[in-house]
Protein backbone atom coordinates (compact mmCIF):
# COMPACT_ATOMS: atom_id res chain seq x y z
CA UNK A 1 0.00 0.00 0.00
CA UNK A 2 0.81 3.71 -0.36
CA UNK A 3 3.04 5.42 2.38
CA UNK A 4 3.25 9.26 1.77
CA UNK A 5 6.04 11.16 3.80
CA UNK A 6 5.70 15.01 4.19
CA UNK A 7 8.44 17.11 5.42
CA UNK A 8 8.87 19.60 7.65
CA UNK A 9 5.84 19.03 10.18
CA UNK A 10 5.68 21.97 11.25
CA UNK A 11 7.34 25.28 10.08
CA UNK A 12 7.17 29.07 11.04
CA UNK A 13 8.66 31.42 8.72
CA UNK A 14 8.75 35.21 8.58
CA UNK A 15 6.93 36.81 5.81
CA UNK A 16 9.46 37.11 3.03
CA UNK A 17 11.01 34.25 3.22
CA UNK A 18 11.10 31.26 0.77
CA UNK A 19 9.34 27.84 1.47
CA UNK A 20 10.46 24.05 0.43
CA UNK A 21 7.84 21.50 1.69
CA UNK A 22 8.61 17.62 0.12
CA UNK A 23 6.88 15.30 -0.18
CA UNK A 24 7.64 11.40 -1.13
CA UNK A 25 5.52 8.41 -2.05
CA UNK A 26 6.25 4.65 -1.24
CA UNK A 27 4.76 1.60 -2.66
CA UNK A 28 3.31 2.89 -6.00
CA UNK A 29 4.89 4.13 -9.39
CA UNK A 30 3.90 6.71 -11.84
CA UNK A 31 1.23 8.19 -9.25
CA UNK A 32 -0.45 11.09 -9.97
CA UNK A 33 0.10 13.67 -6.99
CA UNK A 34 -1.68 16.49 -5.63
CA UNK A 35 -0.89 19.77 -3.03
CA UNK A 36 -4.01 20.83 -1.06
CA UNK A 37 -4.05 23.61 1.33
CA UNK A 38 -6.30 23.37 4.18
CA UNK A 39 -6.81 26.84 5.93
CA UNK A 40 -8.47 26.99 9.22
CA UNK A 41 -12.14 26.31 9.05
CA UNK A 42 -12.02 25.70 5.55
CA UNK A 43 -11.73 22.61 3.35
CA UNK A 44 -9.41 21.53 0.98
CA UNK A 45 -8.10 23.85 -2.04
CA UNK A 46 -6.64 22.01 -4.71
CA UNK A 47 -3.23 23.66 -5.64
CA UNK A 48 -1.23 21.69 -7.84
CA UNK A 49 -1.62 18.52 -9.51
CA UNK A 50 0.95 16.06 -11.18
CA UNK A 51 0.49 13.19 -13.68
CA UNK A 52 4.02 12.68 -14.59
CA UNK A 53 7.77 13.89 -14.07
CA UNK A 54 7.86 17.63 -14.75
CA UNK A 55 4.49 17.66 -15.30
CA UNK A 56 2.76 20.79 -12.93
CA UNK A 57 -0.95 22.22 -13.64
CA UNK A 58 -1.80 24.61 -11.04
CA UNK A 59 -5.48 25.27 -9.80
CA UNK A 60 -5.34 28.75 -8.87
CA UNK A 61 -3.08 31.74 -8.88
CA UNK A 62 -0.68 32.47 -6.38
CA UNK A 63 2.62 32.83 -4.92
CA UNK A 64 3.62 29.04 -4.63
CA UNK A 65 4.71 26.91 -7.39
CA UNK A 66 5.22 23.18 -7.35
CA UNK A 67 7.93 20.79 -8.90
CA UNK A 68 8.42 17.24 -9.65
CA UNK A 69 11.81 16.27 -10.22
CA UNK A 70 11.42 12.55 -9.83
CA UNK A 71 8.34 9.93 -10.13
CA UNK A 72 7.08 9.82 -6.33
CA UNK A 73 8.63 13.39 -5.39
CA UNK A 74 6.38 16.31 -5.33
CA UNK A 75 7.77 19.73 -3.75
CA UNK A 76 5.91 22.83 -2.86
CA UNK A 77 8.23 25.86 -3.22
CA UNK A 78 7.57 29.66 -2.61
CA UNK A 79 10.11 32.84 -3.08
CA UNK A 80 8.63 35.16 -0.82
CA UNK A 81 5.94 33.86 1.64
CA UNK A 82 2.90 35.87 2.47
CA UNK A 83 1.12 36.37 5.80
CA UNK A 84 -1.93 34.25 3.25
CA UNK A 85 0.21 31.49 2.74
CA UNK A 86 -0.09 29.83 6.02
CA UNK A 87 -1.97 26.82 6.66
CA UNK A 88 -1.90 23.10 6.51
CA UNK A 89 -0.73 21.45 3.12
CA UNK A 90 -1.52 18.36 2.47
CA UNK A 91 0.07 15.92 -0.54
CA UNK A 92 -1.55 13.47 -1.97
CA UNK A 93 -1.26 10.54 -4.13
CA UNK A 94 -3.48 8.91 -6.92
CA UNK A 95 -2.47 5.50 -8.51
CA UNK A 96 -3.75 4.99 -11.43
CA UNK A 97 -6.60 3.21 -10.16
CA UNK A 98 -8.30 3.57 -6.50
CA UNK A 99 -9.01 6.44 -4.02
CA UNK A 100 -6.87 9.93 -2.91
CA UNK A 101 -3.91 8.46 -0.11
CA UNK A 102 -2.88 11.85 1.99
CA UNK A 103 0.28 12.67 3.91
CA UNK A 104 0.26 13.62 7.27
CA UNK A 105 0.32 17.18 6.48
CA UNK A 106 2.48 20.01 6.90
CA UNK A 107 1.32 23.00 9.04
CA UNK A 108 2.98 26.25 7.52
CA UNK A 109 2.87 29.79 10.24
CA UNK A 110 3.72 32.93 8.85
CA UNK A 111 4.23 35.56 10.86
CA UNK B 1 -18.67 23.49 -12.80
CA UNK B 2 -17.93 20.36 -10.18
CA UNK B 3 -18.39 21.38 -6.78
CA UNK B 4 -19.42 19.66 -3.66
CA UNK B 5 -22.04 21.02 -0.60
CA UNK B 6 -22.00 19.88 2.70
CA UNK B 7 -24.41 21.86 4.01
CA UNK B 8 -23.80 21.36 7.90
CA UNK B 9 -20.82 22.77 8.70
CA UNK B 10 -20.98 21.78 12.46
CA UNK B 11 -23.28 18.53 14.20
CA UNK B 12 -23.47 17.54 17.55
CA UNK B 13 -25.06 14.13 18.44
CA UNK B 14 -25.21 11.59 21.36
CA UNK B 15 -23.06 8.85 21.76
CA UNK B 16 -25.20 5.76 20.44
CA UNK B 17 -27.28 7.75 18.38
CA UNK B 18 -27.79 7.73 14.68
CA UNK B 19 -26.00 9.88 12.25
CA UNK B 20 -26.26 11.48 8.73
CA UNK B 21 -24.10 13.97 7.18
CA UNK B 22 -25.15 15.53 4.16
CA UNK B 23 -23.45 15.72 0.52
CA UNK B 24 -24.53 17.26 -2.66
CA UNK B 25 -22.48 17.27 -5.65
CA UNK B 26 -22.29 18.54 -8.94
CA UNK B 27 -20.21 16.97 -11.76
CA UNK B 28 -20.56 16.75 -15.45
CA UNK B 29 -19.53 13.14 -15.90
CA UNK B 30 -19.96 10.25 -13.79
CA UNK B 31 -19.20 11.08 -10.83
CA UNK B 32 -16.38 9.11 -8.64
CA UNK B 33 -17.62 10.12 -4.73
CA UNK B 34 -15.67 9.78 -1.40
CA UNK B 35 -15.91 10.30 2.00
CA UNK B 36 -12.85 10.90 4.09
CA UNK B 37 -12.47 11.82 7.92
CA UNK B 38 -9.77 13.73 9.73
CA UNK B 39 -8.93 14.00 12.85
CA UNK B 40 -7.25 17.47 14.38
CA UNK B 41 -3.77 17.94 12.80
CA UNK B 42 -4.10 14.96 10.79
CA UNK B 43 -4.16 14.04 7.20
CA UNK B 44 -7.13 12.28 5.74
CA UNK B 45 -8.01 8.66 5.84
CA UNK B 46 -10.80 7.55 3.41
CA UNK B 47 -13.72 5.82 5.31
CA UNK B 48 -15.61 4.90 1.84
CA UNK B 49 -15.91 5.30 -1.97
CA UNK B 50 -18.26 4.67 -4.88
CA UNK B 51 -17.24 3.75 -8.19
CA UNK B 52 -20.48 1.87 -9.65
CA UNK B 53 -22.54 -0.74 -8.47
CA UNK B 54 -24.83 -0.93 -5.65
CA UNK B 55 -25.52 2.24 -4.72
CA UNK B 56 -24.99 1.64 -0.96
CA UNK B 57 -21.78 1.51 0.25
CA UNK B 58 -19.98 0.44 3.49
CA UNK B 59 -16.70 1.69 4.72
CA UNK B 60 -15.05 1.31 7.68
CA UNK B 61 -15.65 1.80 11.00
CA UNK B 62 -19.41 0.85 10.45
CA UNK B 63 -19.91 4.21 8.34
CA UNK B 64 -22.40 3.96 4.80
CA UNK B 65 -23.42 6.23 2.18
CA UNK B 66 -25.77 6.21 -0.48
CA UNK B 67 -25.38 7.44 -4.18
CA UNK B 68 -28.89 8.63 -5.38
CA UNK B 69 -28.25 10.26 -8.46
CA UNK B 70 -31.80 12.06 -9.12
CA UNK B 71 -31.08 13.80 -5.65
CA UNK B 72 -26.78 14.47 -6.61
CA UNK B 73 -26.23 13.19 -3.28
CA UNK B 74 -24.29 10.66 -1.42
CA UNK B 75 -24.91 11.34 2.59
CA UNK B 76 -22.86 9.30 5.39
CA UNK B 77 -24.48 7.64 7.86
CA UNK B 78 -23.46 5.43 11.08
CA UNK B 79 -26.65 4.06 13.42
CA UNK B 80 -25.03 4.65 16.60
CA UNK B 81 -22.03 7.09 16.94
CA UNK B 82 -19.13 6.53 19.08
CA UNK B 83 -17.38 9.16 21.01
CA UNK B 84 -13.99 8.24 18.88
CA UNK B 85 -16.36 9.43 15.71
CA UNK B 86 -15.83 13.23 16.73
CA UNK B 87 -13.76 14.61 13.74
CA UNK B 88 -14.13 16.59 10.61
CA UNK B 89 -15.76 14.39 7.84
CA UNK B 90 -14.99 15.89 4.15
CA UNK B 91 -17.26 14.63 0.65
CA UNK B 92 -15.38 14.46 -2.24
CA UNK B 93 -15.97 14.21 -5.86
CA UNK B 94 -13.92 13.25 -8.66
CA UNK B 95 -13.07 10.79 -12.21
CA UNK B 96 -10.27 9.93 -13.99
CA UNK B 97 -9.55 13.02 -16.29
CA UNK B 98 -8.55 16.53 -15.41
CA UNK B 99 -5.60 14.72 -13.08
CA UNK B 100 -7.99 12.58 -11.53
CA UNK B 101 -7.83 15.36 -9.08
CA UNK B 102 -10.80 15.56 -6.80
CA UNK B 103 -12.95 18.67 -5.97
CA UNK B 104 -13.50 18.41 -1.94
CA UNK B 105 -16.73 20.00 0.45
CA UNK B 106 -15.81 22.78 3.17
CA UNK B 107 -16.34 19.67 5.47
CA UNK B 108 -18.66 18.98 8.38
CA UNK B 109 -16.99 18.83 12.01
CA UNK B 110 -19.15 16.33 14.38
CA UNK B 111 -18.83 16.45 18.29
CA UNK B 112 -19.90 13.97 20.59
CA UNK B 113 -22.01 14.65 23.63
CA UNK B 114 -21.66 11.55 26.36
Known amino acids: SQTIHQWPATLVQPVGSPLSLECTVE??????LYWYRQAAGRGLQLLFYSVGIGQISSEVPQNLSASRPQDRQFILSSKKLLLSDSGFYLC??????????FGEGSRLTVL | AQSVTQPDIHITVSEGASLELRCNYSYGATPYLFWYVQSPGQGLQLLLKYFSGDTLVQGIKGFEAEFKRSQSSFNLRKPSVHWSDAAEYFCAVGGYNQGGKLIFGQGTELSVKP
Open chain 1, 92 to 101: ACRPRTGELF
Open chain 1, 27 to 32: GTSNPN
